[in-house]
């Protein structure tokens, strides 16, 4: 017997036609699933800032340009072709297969098409993330609220960029691991598959196997938790787990009210008037059905509901869950560099100087635009990991406390701990809420309408909305609304350069330099652009020195034999160039300057 064996009324058949879903209403009628889908594609393209906030880190230039070499050449690169201070040196295209994607949609459709193919992964992480939530016993209503607080919060990374493909790399990792934890295991061995996929996307591809073993050091320690809160007999031992008679106190009770464990074995007691369902999503099923009829849910359902997650798993669910941990983590050697990829990054995260000065990697500043969605985030993950260890859901508990941590530490993982944390979160703060009788009627309400909801499939709308975006963002790449911003990047001055021919070696602000791999395809090799793990901290700190415009800027400069600058015209280094004698400034507008070496 696998999944959570769950005992609750035996419900009465009545007449099921009363709130029955026609089938042309399932195809026209939009899903929960279906409007976050079309939600969040909308915000993404046409809301807002639109398609041209996908490109506002250049870094989406480079990515561009080294999947279209890889799909002309049919070969990975080995060495580095986009600047002159490394190139040649050998280079981890860790990302080759976003790269490779993002090659193809460009060939197909320009930078509209990477827009679109960007905007498609976010809206389905998007769903996903509510799909999963109602799985696992989310309220209808608390979900489409916390999908609100989640784009606002993945909002501050909506970047045509590959990690928005780990979102949903992740999610599955996710989704297979909690409902494999319940015994629904039929997916579980598809992981190792993901998780080679996933170390040939994005360089997070370790999250995956870490969360299942994150999973497995949980069903341990639940299982020990088990064993030391009950005897054989059932009875709730002495020792509390946490706080005045343990975090479970509650649980064991009602625990003890509807099922008595009696060993390893996983025998049971069960009342009078109960009847044993051993499907493991029986619960919502049950509890669907008994709504679709039109009947209130009573009161030991809404208990069997709430604690459809305190009931003991089976040892043998941890095994199945520990192996595929395993495989996965030798999955991801599958890839063009095999370990040195794994040493490469593990290099890369531990140097503190990266660490230190890369925006990314910094904590997040609650001083930015939007930074409520994220405190309303961290008190969603908070409550959660609360209501997760009431109920002893340790593995969740135990992943949802590390995401917390991560994303603290550095405000790049915040999106993604966003996209794990929010649905474990609304389904344990849903089966709390279930023990509140005051909400009992508003959780019958939104449970009559996710039994209907679980019935349309929305195809036509999600096919309506498909159509109409791909419309649109045509007539926004027409119009010329799909592209670097000119305000941000420097277009004009890089159409000076081609104009006049100017061969000589470039030096830019970091973040300009994959628009100007973009822009030149490669041919204006630069001084450094985002692939930070690749420069290094040495050249980072040259770079630094010339920026910061410290006193060896002008050395550094002659040291890597640079003829032109291209920098902001407020930046402290155009005034240094400025009054420099070595320096003439041959072009300026109100984004860029180009200042050229005289002689």
């Not at 975006?469 to 790449?477: E, K, N, R, S, W």
Request: hydrophobic share 50%.
């Amino acid at each position: 017997m696998t999944g959570y064996t769950q005992t609750l009324y035996a419900l009465p058949p009545r007449g099921r036609r009363m709130l029955d879903v026609t089938l042309p209403a399932r195809f026209l009628l939009p899903s929960l699933g279906a409007v976050v889908f079309a939600v969040t594609l909308c915000q993404v393209l046409f809301l807002s800032q639109g398609a041209q906030a996908l490109f506002r880190d250049s870094d989406t230039g480079w990515h561009v340009r080294n999947g279209e070499a890889i799909l002309q050449n049919f070969a990975l690169p080995r060495v580095d072709h986009f600047s002159y201070t490394r190139e040649g040196q050998r280079w981890f295209a860790w990302e080759w297969l976003s790269d490779a994607a993002f090659g193809g949609a460009y060939r197909v459709a320009g930078l509209a098409g990477v827009a679109l193919l960007a905007a498609l992964a976010i809206a389905l992480t998007a769903w996903g993330v509510a799909r999963l939530s109602l799985s696992l016993g989310g309220n209808l209503f608390f979900t489409a609220a916390a999908v609100v607080v989640l784009l606002g919060t993945t909002g501050i990374h909506w970047l045509a960029r590959p990690h928005v493909f780990s979102w949903l790399l992740a999610l599955m990792f996710l989704s297979i691991a909690e409902h494999a934890r319940r015994g629904r295991t039929r997916w579980l061995y598809a992981l190792p598959v993901v998780a080679c996929v996933w170390a040939n996307v994005h360089g997070s591809f370790l999250l995956g196997p870490a969360m299942l073993f994150t999973y497995v050091i949980g069903e341990w320690f639940t299982n020990f938790a088990v064993n030391v809160s009950t005897n054989e007999l059932g009875t709730p031992s002495r020792i509390p787990l946490f706080g005045k008679g343990g975090v479970a106190a509650p649980s064991i009770k009602m625990f003890r009210r509807h099922l008595i464990w009696r060993g390893r074995g996983g025998s049971f007691k069960q009342p009078k008037n109960f009847s044993t369902n051993t499907t493991p999503s029986a619960p919502s099923e049950v509890a669907s059905q008994h709504l679709l009829d039109g009947a209130a849910t009573p009161p030991q359902l809404r208990r069997g509901l709430a604690s459809a997650e305190l009931v003991p798993q089976p040892r043998l669910v941890t095994q199945p869950i520990a192996l595929t941990a395993l495989l996965s983590l030798l999955a991801t050697f599958i890839n063009p560099y095999g370990w040195r990829l794994h040493e490469h990054v593990f290099t890369y995260l531990q140097t503190d100087y990266l660490m230190d000065h890369i925006s990314e990697f910094r904590s997040f500043s609650f001083h930015s635009p939007g930074a409520y969605y994220v405190e309303l985030f961290f008190v969603i993950a908070v409550l959660g990991v609360i209501a997760l260890l009431r109920q002893r859901a340790f593995g969740p508990a135990l992943l949802a406390m590390a995401m917390l941590h991560i994303s603290l530490y550095s405000a790049r993982h915040i999106p993604t701990a966003a996209v794990l944390l929010i649905p474990l979160a609304v389904a344990a703060l849903t089966r709390e809420a279930r023990e509140f009788h005051r909400l009992h009627t508003f959780l019958d309400y939104s449970d009559r309408i996710r039994a209907i909801d679980r019935r349309v499939l929305g195809i036509v709308p999600i096919a309506v909305v498909l159509i109409g975006t791909i419309a649109g963002v045509t007539m926004l790449a027409r119009a010329g609304s799909i592209e670097f911003n000119p305000n941000v990047f420097p277009v004009e001055a890089a159409n000076f350069l081609e104009r006049n021919n100017l061969n000589a070696r470039v030096f830019s602000k970091d973040q300009w330099g994959g628009y100007l791999i973009f822009r030149f395809q490669g041919r204006t090799k630069v001084f450094i652009d985002g692939r930070s793990d690749f420069y290094g901290q040495q050249l980072l700190e040259a770079y630094a020195e010339i920026a910061d415009v410290k006193p060896a800027w002008n050395v550094v400069l002659k040291q890597y034999n640079v003829g032109l600058v291209l920098i902001p015209p407020e930046h402290a280094l155009a005034s240094a160039l400025q009054l420099s004698a070595d320096w003439k400034r041959i072009y300026s507008d109100h984004v860029a300057a180009i200042f050229e070496r005289v002689g």
